[in-house]
């Protein structure tokens, strides 16, 4: 387990699963959702700064990190019933909700179908809920070459445990290395073992392809998004630009944009200062 100054951990019960779960600080709850290939250590460099104020709550979510690995439950619709199941247990009440990478395919469904849980929602390095794919991101697609190999049965879990983990490897490395040596290796442990690795390719074959299928379609066009919500993309992203994200399909109660300069898609690792304090603009006047 690596560590982080001031957290403590603990296992709670949440549907069928096991979930490990990071905690510092005290004030109002904030829970934060990793993305791919990492687990709640994402946050290590958030989790200090939230915690002067606030309780920071880092969950491994399912397959992820120290939370159990069973068979099935990979898809969307599950997930998102996990993480309600998790609010659950932490009797917290409503939560400033933070989401990186494919836990915004969860994050989303919740602000829009379960506003009343959320007290805010912060969506890391991602498009608003309207966007669609553009022309503009065509040159770039070849940087997902990744996610049919990991969704591949057999392929994806022996490509994700295996020998150097060259595909996890690149994942965490592409385009500049961001992480430490030791960093980069509390993320690719996990994998090693079998059942995770499992996970990991069903996480992409049942969630992350089908939710990037689906977002031509605009899902929640016509929506009307009552969470308070900030966005902050990625300073470092040629593609997802503040012009670039598109008309909004729908409308939104309290929305705003905003760019951290310096930052890849790793957010939260080079930018933790810009993650806390779009939290702290939604929970400045609770």
């Not at 994700?160 to 994942?171: E, P, S």
């Not at 929640?220 to 593609?239: C, E, F, N, Q, S």
């Amino acid at each position: 387990m690596p560590e982080v100054a001031g957290a403590s951990h603990r296992r709670i019960r949440a549907g069928d699963l096991d979930v490990h779960v990071a905690e510092a600080g005290d004030g109002p709850p904030v829970v934060l959702l990793h993305g791919s290939p990492q687990h709640w250590f994402e946050w290590h460099r958030v989790l200090p700064d939230l915690a002067r104020d606030h309780s920071a709550i880092a969950p491994d979510l399912r397959g992820c990190g120290w939370t159990s690995a069973p068979q099935g439950g990979y898809d969307a619709a599950t997930q998102t019933a996990d993480v309600l199941a998790i609010l659950d247990a932490l009797y917290v009440g409503p939560v400033v909700l933070v989401a990186h990478d494919y836990s915004l395919f969860l994050a989303w469904r919740i602000a829009f179908d379960h506003p009343e849980r959320l007290a805010g929602l912060v969506a890391v390095g991602a498009p608003h809920p309207w966007t669609r794919p553009s022309a503009a991101m065509v040159p770039h697609m070849w940087q997902l070459w990744f996610q049919p190999v990991l969704a591949a049965p057999g392929i994806g879990p022996r490509s994700a445990a295996r020998g150097r983990q060259r595909v996890v490897r690149w994942m965490l490395d592409h385009p500049d290395r961001p992480f430490s040596a030791a960093e980069r290796e509390a993320f690719l442990a996990p994998w090693r073992d079998p059942s995770r690795a499992r996970a990991l390719s069903a996480v992409y074959r049942q969630l992350i392809l089908p939710g990037m299928a689906e977002m031509p379609k605009g899902p929640w066009d016509g929506r009307h998004l009552a969470v308070p919500t900030r966005i902050v993309l990625a300073g470092d992203d040629p593609v997802m630009t503040e012009s670039a994200l598109g008309p909004w399909r729908g409308t939104a109660e309290d929305l705003q944009v905003t760019t951290a300069e310096g930052a890849g898609h790793y957010l939260a690792h080079d930018r933790p200062e810009a993650v806390a304090a779009a939290v702290r603009s939604l929970t400045a006047a609770r």
